[in-house]
């Protein structure tokens, strides 16, 4: 009876482990592996090393005497391809876009913040004009930050987030992270897996980075004040500023899951003390983070979201307002309008949130 018992838990392992080899382990490392040769072998070798892999391993696999052997060879050579892909490294000397040619640097004095390359651009109909400047700020001004999204699709599950921060004289430093595009590519979403492109953070100014989305490409976008304490706010911006600088002499990938615009930010925010933004797939439908955000109180909260998103509509606002120096204090004061009239007609007094932890 022991004998009977041992023999059917023996065979009953042996067919999960036979499930877990050829089902998962197998199909997923060969559709990882053909994945990596497509996306980063040289055109006349793609094709080729693709039929190559994918049809010896299936001749090894099932046509070989031994499977143990078969499958010992075939992870062996699926490994050294996986850390021939994981060595690949970033690079700064390709024939960029004209757009994210320019990275920018960042020095420091004292409470004084240089940033040298910081965008500036000017859109025409028919034309961009690609202009920087040399700008300082004093870090001591800050006054607080603001999350911003736009949309491409009518769906508005996914879409463009970046943050701007705010400052007493009404300067403000706006900064996205984006793909770092070379001459003439597109981005496609699967090839952002694959290391096919380096990132880059764009610092400039809101009349270039808020037009270049409402104007230009023609989203819907939308800016929240983000319920982040001046303390909090310094350290945010401190850790995206020397992220940025270390991409001038260690380039770095962008990943269209783990290092995209969105979970870029929160990973800069989380290295705030005490504060940890958790996990969800509303990060990846990045379309519904500022949700995410409400939901996390990160955004005011005394207002029905709904409401909350209409008041801080701004593509048609952004795209009447001169852009003038006086563009971003005029936009907040039509948002802060809306925002205290709903208020008032629902009696609330709005306090001072801020965002200490999670």
């Known amino acids: ?3 009977s018992y041992k023999a059917k838990l023996k065979r009953a392992l042996f067919r999960l482990y036979l499930f877990t080899v050829m089902g998962l382990f197998i199909p997923l490392v060969l559709i990882g592996n053909c994945l990596i040769i497509h996306f980063t072998f040289h055109d006349y070798l793609r094709l080729l090393s693709v039929l190559s892999y994918s049809l010896g391993s299936v001749i090894l696999l099932f046509f070989h005497k031994r499977f143990k052997k078969a499958l010992f060879a075939f ?29 920018p640097k960042i020095t420091y004095d004292e409470n004084l913040i240089h940033i040298e390359k ?13 202009k920087y400047r040399s700008q300082t700020f004093d870090i001591d001004q800050l006054v607080g930050t603001d999350l911003i999204i ?6 508005r599950t996914i879409g463009h987030t970046f943050v701007s921060f705010r400052f007493k004289d009404g300067q403000n430093i706006a900064i996205s992270l984006e793909v770092r595009k070379q001459e003439l590519e597109s981005y496609d979403p699967l090839r952002g897996m694959f290391k096919q492109y380096e990132l880059i953070y764009l610092i400039g100014d809101e009349r270039d980075l808020i037009p270049l989305r409402t104007k230009i490409r023609h989203e819907e976008t939308f800016l929240y004040p983000m319920n982040l304490s001046v303390a909090h706010s310094k350290s945010f911006l401190k850790d995206i500023l020397e992220a940025a600088n270390k991409l001038n002499e260690k380039p770095q990938f962008y990943n269209s899951i783990s290092r995209n615009c969105t979970t870029g930010m929160i990973e800069h925010l989380n290295k705030i003390r005490d504060f940890q933004i958790p996990l969800s ?7 519904i983070l500022d949700y995410y955000s409400y939901q996390l ?17 701004i593509s048609e606002t952004a795209n009447q307002i001169p852009l003038d120096e ?6 907040r004061q039509v948002i802060n309008t809306r925002l205290e009239k709903e208020r008032r007609k629902r009696n609330i007094h709005h306090p001072v949130e801020t965002h200490s932890s999670n």
């Not at 736009?150 to 769906?155: I, Q, R």
């Not at 797939?281 to 379309?287: A, D, E, F, M």
């Open 1 to 3: 009876m022991k004998t």
């Open 75 to 103: 992870s062996l050579v699926s490994a050294l391809l996986l850390l021939w892909f994981i060595c690949i490294p970033a690079s700064n000397d390709r024939n960029w876009d004209p757009a994210v040619a320019q990275l």
């Open 118 to 130: 910081f965008r500036h651009f000017e859109y025409t109909p028919n034309e961009t004009k690609e």
């Open 150 to 155: 736009s949309y491409w699709d009518n769906y």
């Open 281 to 287: 797939q509303k990060i990846v439908l990045n379309g």
């Open 297 to 313: 109180k990160g955004i005011p909260t005394d207002l029905p979201f709904d409401v909350l998103k209409r008041a801080c509509y």
């Open 326 to 331: 006086n563009f971003s204090l005029n936009l």
